[in-house]
């Protein structure tokens, strides 16, 4: 079983970055694809950016230039930069993990979120 630890967010400066951070912990074969998702009241979870394993690169309309994610293989953690933030970049960050468990079943886990409120 796969948990999603989230780190970083909270009040953020118009203009200024967004550093977030999430790690996989848990009992798996292999984390795939990591990425971030944004929820904002009304809307879906809109996906902003993820990253495979192999290093390809899952980029929405939204996040392309604005942000960028790292990731670690061996620790299974991304990192998530957001620059020059707006307003409308206030949400809840949610990380997703796509890994195989032991058994190799394919499975999707997401962390609970963090707030980012830009002001």
């Known amino acids: 079983q796969v948990q999603l630890v989230e780190s970083g967010g909270g009040l953020v400066h118009a203009g200024e970055d967004l550093r977030l951070s999430c790690a996989a912990t848990g009992t798996f074969h292999t984390v795939n694809r990591m990425g971030w998702y944004r929820q904002t009241p009304g809307r879906p979870r809109d996906h902003l950016i993820s990253?495979?394993?192999?290093?390809?690169?899952d980029v929405s309309d939204s996040a392309m230039g604005r942000f960028n994610i790292t990731r670690d293989n061996e620790k299974n953690v991304v990192f998530l930069r957001g620059h020059a933030l707006r307003s409308e970049d206030s949400g809840v960050y949610v990380c997703s993990a796509r890994f195989y468990e032991l058994d190799f079943n394919y499975r999707n886990v997401w962390g609970q979120g963090i707030q980012v409120t830009v002001s």
């Open positions: 990253m495979y394993k192999n290093g390809q690169l």
